[in-house]
């Protein structure tokens, strides 16, 4: 959990992820309508993820995908995805480097590569950079890199985005809140510059007792 920054004995967290919401009274009005995916991440006791449910809206069940993480030595090793039905949809595979920088390789089922990335981790295993391609018939058809910024107290402040094909750049900046274990349950996801709504984010979190 520290790659994510959760605090405490979390079992599950439910994330809703809400995009086109207007504002009143200095507040964003949630509307059911407006979710476009819910995201459903599972650990164990070890604080380690080990499933992730997927689907991109709250009415249509059917497009879930149910990934599943290995571990070994203490560390990822290994994805796999599946449908409903069971059947594999793409495997990942995570590669090392040292202790802060790790490689990840995605396949589809005809063993076509389709994701290649790079993360890196500061000192206290948070997540500080990306580099991820899309590859589609060998092809790169789309790069991009992150940077995050993180405060004094290892929370993210922002995160600058960067196409690296065409080099065009923007920022997202987070406003949350917290629940008493300190642990994020609202975060709204603004571009800097136009200072818009890119997607509002709710976490429900389920504990160990």
Known sequence: MKEYGFKGKVKNIVVL??????????????????????????????????????????KNLSDEII???EFKNGKKSKTTSRDLLGEI??????????????SYD?????KELILKSH???????RE???????????????????????????????????????QEE??????????KKDNLIKCAFIFRESKKLQLLSINKFEYYE
């Open 119 to 125: 993360t890196k981790l500061n000192n206290n295993f």
């Open 128 to 166: 500080i950079s990306t580099e991820y391609s899309y590859i589609e018939n060998d092809s790169i058809v789309f790069s991009e890199s992150t940077v995050t910024e993180l405060d004094i107290n290892e929370e993210v402040v922002s995160t600058k985005f960067k196409d690296k094909i065409s």
């Open 106 to 110: 995605l396949v589809n089922k005809q």
């Open 67 to 69: 990934t599943s993480i």
């Open 89 to 102: 949809i793409n495997t990942g595979y995570y590669t090392w480097i040292d202790k802060y920088n790790y």
């Open 170 to 179: 923007y920022v997202i900046e987070y406003i949350v809140k917290k629940d």
């Open 17 to 58: 992820n809400y995009r086109d919401l207007e504002k009143k009274n200095e507040l964003w009005v949630i509307k059911e309508d407006k979710l476009f995916s819910k995201k459903t991440m599972k650990f164990n006791k070890k604080g380690n993820i080990v499933e992730i449910h997927y689907h991109s809206t709250s």
